[in-house]
């Protein structure tokens, strides 16, 4: 069953964020991730959560996320990440 990644994505450094992107695409490729969006612009209807910029990624189970992001290359990339950015992450079944 398809899975949803949904990262909410506060940029503090972004030439630094930049040397993330550049290494985490080709990880994401491997996987077979698609992104089906990547910051575009959104808007809060019901709620008080406050999201900065959203980042939308398919995957083909729950599984193949998993395996992302539990997996070698991704786990080594979070310090980068997190040296200019803040995230949160949720994932979700398709139906």
Request: net charge negative; aromatic share 14%; hydrophobic share 40%.
């Amino acid at each position: 069953m398809t899975a949803y990644a949904i990262f909410d994505v506060e940029i503090q450094d972004p030439e630094r964020y930049q040397d993330f992107m550049t290494l985490v695409k080709p990880a994401l490729e491997a996987a077979g991730a698609k992104y089906l969006s990547r910051g575009g612009p959104h808007k809060v209807y019901e709620g008080d959560w406050i999201p900065r910029r959203i980042v939308l990624l398919e995957f083909a189970s729950v599984d193949a996320f998993e395996a992302f992001y539990y997996g070698e290359v991704y786990q080594n990339l979070i310090s980068i990440r997190d040296e200019c950015s803040s995230a949160r992450l949720v994932s979700v079944e398709g139906l």
